[in-house]
């Protein structure tokens, strides 16, 4: 295997220099001449350890940097580790003024301090030329600053390799970021759609320059026969299914969008989705259209008629979608209604709120009681009951 041939970033002439420089001037401008030097030279790292260097001069101790601080004196802890930090701070601020970003994140890192990094970071637009992947994993996958490497993959990458992200990631515990995530991937598939639409049908004389996916799959009603499409239909199906998570928004408007060309698609393109969303993208249509809290009433007496068959066979997950619809339309009765009827015995791991959290936001601590009663917890079971007392 090759290795790398690692070049001296000081000549030996350089050397000879620092060496009549200590015995001319002493420790203190032999230092600075050896930091003015490595600055020229632009090693960095060797750099950052010359000025630890020169602190633990001023202190009288060791002048080795790489020793560990408790071989020092106590009394100049203190005061050396304010010199880690500031020549940590010093030589992170020059890597990133290079753009050297993984470097530099190595010192911000060690120091904890993320703020210059993450400003960097917001401000850093790539060139054609630079390779990101470092960036990407100071960004996302250590947390600096997730959007943005979300958007460089997007940017750089595309659809599929941003679907890949977000889908291998537990973005549960960060739902800003979920939702920064998913409505961009939603814009950008719907964006791509649309230009492809227009592209192809955009000779078309009664069809308006702008029109939208609705108006094309409506003026085209044979737009995806015999297995036409338009874009990459697992991208179209991923999407669509992430877009469940977002909130109420102008981009649960585009992936409804979405959803009408994906009706349009033939059968054997579709996708097999399970229930309650079995009806494909036109239950996914309907199901954003309720988030948007519109046909309300409809929307949620078609997915409750979608119980009666998962209860035949034992599958909780369309209750579990009706839970968390009307929790987030705040109908937190109906919801418990819902969840005692249709989840009182199901086991942990439900994706909506369990009977007693349902019972507790609602106040309704007899249901709470009763939750408690069959969940064989009698702490709960016996509070439920004082509560519904007070």
């Known amino acids: 295997m090759d290795t790398e041939t690692i070049t001296p970033a000081l000549d030996a002439a350089k050397l000879d220099q620092l060496r009549t420089a200590l015995e001319t001037h002493g420790p203190g401008p032999a230092i600075d001449a050896l930091c003015e030097e490595l600055r020229t030279a632009e090693d960095f790292q060797a750099l950052f350890y010359a000025l630890l260097m020169k602190k633990r001069v001023e202190l009288g101790v060791s002048p080795f940097p790489s020793g560990p601080s408790a071989d020092l004196p106590p009394e100049t802890h203190e005061a050396y580790e304010e010199s880690i930090r500031d020549a940590g701070r010093l030589v992170g601020g020059i890597l990133l003024e ?21 400003e960097a970071l917001a401000a850093y637009t790539p060139s054609d030329e630079d390779d990101t992947y470092s960036i990407v994993d100071i960004a996302w996958q250590q947390g600096v600053l997730p959007q943005k490497g979300f958007d460089l993959i997007l940017d750089r990458h595309g659809i599929c ?7 291998s990631a537990d973005l549960s515990q960060n739902p800003d970021l979920r939702t920064y995530c998913i409505g961009n991937l939603v814009r950008a598939l719907h964006q791509q759609l649309l230009e492809r639409l227009r592209g192809d049908l955009g000779a078309t004389k009664d069809l308006p320059a702008n029109a939208t996916i609705p ?82 009433e409809a929307g949620l007496k078609h997915f409750r008629g979608k119980l009666a068959e998962a209860r035949l066979q034992q599958d909780t997950y369309p209750a579990e979608v009706l839970v968390n619809l009307l929790v987030k339309l705040n109908r937190v009765p109906e919801a418990l ?32 009681a009763d939750a408690a009663r069959i969940s064989g917890d009698p702490v709960n079971y016996l509070a439920g009951l004082i509560a519904a007392r007070m």
């Not at 249709?342 to 019972?359: H, N």
């Open 161 to 167: 390799s941003a679907i890949t992200m977000v889908s």
């Open 337 to 368: 209604a819902v969840a005692r009827e249709e989840l009182a015995e199901a086991g942990p791991g439900l994706s909506c709120p369990s009977v007693m959290e349902l019972a507790r936001q609602a106040n309704d601590f007899s249901a709470l």
């Open 215 to 296: 108006q094309m799959v409506a003026a085209f009603p044979d737009l995806c026969a015999d297995d036409i499409y338009h874009i990459d239909i697992s991208h179209l199906q991923s999407v669509v299914q992430m877009a469940s998570l977002l909130p109420k928004g102008p981009e649960l408007d585009l992936a409804i969008d979405l959803c009408a060309y994906g009706a349009k698609l033939s059968p054997n393109l579709r996708g097999d989705m399970p229930a309650p969303f079995d009806g494909g993208y036109t239950d996914y249509a309907i199901y954003f259209n309720l988030l948007m809290e519109r046909d309300v």
């Open 98 to 118: 290079r753009r050297q970003f993984a470097r530099a994140w190595g010192f911000f890192r060690m120091l904890g301090e993320i703020d210059p990094m993450r």
